[in-house]
């Protein structure tokens, strides 16, 4: 069971560089989020989508885009990079509730240094 | 103000002590509590969830709400240095298109042998 998976694990960028985080879950997730985390600021919200085609802004939508054409994946762009973007990034999927367990998957993140 | 707040620590307690983790939030709308525990470059995962005021127990954790002071903690009971983790709480609204899952920052907690 691979659950929620993302790719890259690590990666470099220089500033004014784009790039996309992948996100896929196998698990038929409705719900899907992008968190950042930085040093001791716990995890903050992007985006996140309750279903294919739906796509919401999180507290710092500011930098990034998203998309979510199937249920199963989620990228997240960054445009143009700057080095207030480095940071760790991870996925999640869960069900909504009341439909079984409302936990919350997570990847194992992307660490993101923009220089 | 940010809608969960969480004390960041560091904690350290020595091994079998009690520890006591907190959360206050300011959305009364939250109906779905939860607590995360994430190890050293880990990604999150789901130790405990309740939906409603009072106590939750499973093993040595205990979870606990208070929805008419908007605040959760979350017990650990004979604390172990497999314990040492951030613990985040995290809360959720409850249906319809209501995806949204909001973290506080975490507790990074240590357990000395």
């Known amino acids: 069971n691979a659950g929620v998976t993302q790719t890259p694990k690590f990666r470099i960028l220089k500033i004014g560089q784009s790039m996309t985080l992948q996100c896929t879950q196998d698990m038929n997730h409705n719900y899907m989020y992008w968190y950042r985390q930085d040093p001791g600021m716990g995890l903050k919200l992007i985006y996140y989508?309750?279903?294919?085609?739906?796509?919401d802004k999180g507290e710092v939508p500011n930098g990034y885009n998203v998309s979510r054409s199937t249920t199963e994946d989620f990228p997240l762009r960054l445009e143009l990079a700057a080095p207030s973007q480095t940071s760790v990034y991870f996925c999640a999927s869960r069900y909504p509730q009341g439909q079984g367990s409302t936990e919350a998957f997570f990847g194992q993140g992307t660490r993101l240094t923009v220089v | 103000q940010k809608e969960v707040e969480q004390d960041p620590g560091p904690l350290s307690v020595p091994e079998g002590a009690i520890v006591s983790l907190n959360c206050t939030y300011s959305n009364s709308a939250f109906q779905y509590f939860m607590w995360y525990r994430q190890y050293s470059r880990k990604g999150p995962e789901l130790l405990m969830y309740?939906?409603?005021?009072g106590n939750k127990e499973d093993g040595r954790f205990t979870a606990q709400v208070d929805k008419s002071s908007k605040y959760i903690s979350l017990f650990i009971r004979d604390s172990q240095p497999s314990d040492s983790a951030t613990y985040l709480c995290a809360n959720a609204l409850l249906g319809g298109s209501q995806g949204n899952l909001i973290f506080g920052k975490g507790t990074k907690l240590s357990v000395k042998p």
């Open positions: 309740t939906y409603s005021s």
């Open positions: 989508s309750v279903g294919a085609g739906i796509t």
